[in-house]
């Protein structure tokens, strides 16, 4: 039997209907997946979202480890989805601390149904994707949900 995972990216949705995207899923809870979980969007920056999602009957957790270096991100923005893996894998995923990093939220994608948060509405465009590939390696079925 698979395990199942989900991603979603904020961008474009307001904190209620992630929300309710979440709850739709069946998600228990949610993976915040970036290295700065502050954001100028209303709602998303990690002390509101987490409050929101606590009230909202979900959990939280930020999984700063797994989130992509700046030089990544900046690669992501300019479209370079090649150049964000790169630098992704080898700076965070393919490092001692990233290999315990990705065993945690294997362990915590195996206890209930989560989903990993990024910014991006494209999982293509994101390292989500990526983690998602890595967890398809331990058994993992991935959704892709946009709220």
């Given at each position: 039997?698979?395990?199942?995972?989900?991603?979603?990216?904020?961008?474009?949705?307001?904190?209620?209907?992630?929300t309710d995207a979440l709850r739709s899923a069946g998600v228990s809870v949610l993976a915040d997946v970036r290295a700065v979980a502050n954001s100028r969007k209303r709602g998303f920056s990690k002390g509101a979202l987490g409050t929101?999602?606590?009230?909202?009957?979900?959990?939280?957790?930020?999984?700063?480890?797994?989130?992509?270096?700046?030089?990544?991100?900046?690669?992501?923005?300019?479209?370079?989805?090649?150049?964000?893996?790169?630098?992704?894998?080898?700076?965070?995923?393919?490092?001692?601390?990233?290999?315990?990093?990705?065993?945690?939220?294997?362990?915590?994608?195996?206890?209930?149904?989560?989903?990993?948060?990024?910014?991006?509405?494209?999982?293509?465009?994101?390292?989500?994707?990526?983690?998602?590939?890595?967890?398809?390696?331990?058994?993992?079925?991935?959704?892709?949900?946009?709220?």
């Amino acid at each position: 039997m698979s395990k199942q995972l989900f991603t979603i990216g904020y961008e474009g949705l307001d904190p209620e209907r992630l929300t309710d995207a979440l709850r739709s899923a069946g998600v228990s809870v949610l993976a915040d997946v970036r290295a700065v979980a502050n954001s100028r969007k209303r709602g998303f920056s990690k002390g509101a979202l987490g409050t929101g999602l606590v009230e909202a009957g979900l959990g939280y957790v930020h999984l700063r480890s797994l989130g992509t270096p700046k030089s990544g991100r900046e690669a992501a923005r300019a479209d370079d989805e090649a150049l964000m893996r790169k630098i992704y894998c080898e700076e965070v995923l393919d490092t001692a601390a990233g290999g315990v990093a990705l065993d945690e939220l294997a362990a915590l994608a195996e206890a209930s149904p989560i989903c990993l948060l990024c910014f991006e509405r494209d999982p293509a465009r994101c390292h989500r994707r990526v983690l998602a590939e890595r967890l398809a390696e331990r058994g993992f079925v991935t959704t892709d949900l946009f709220g």
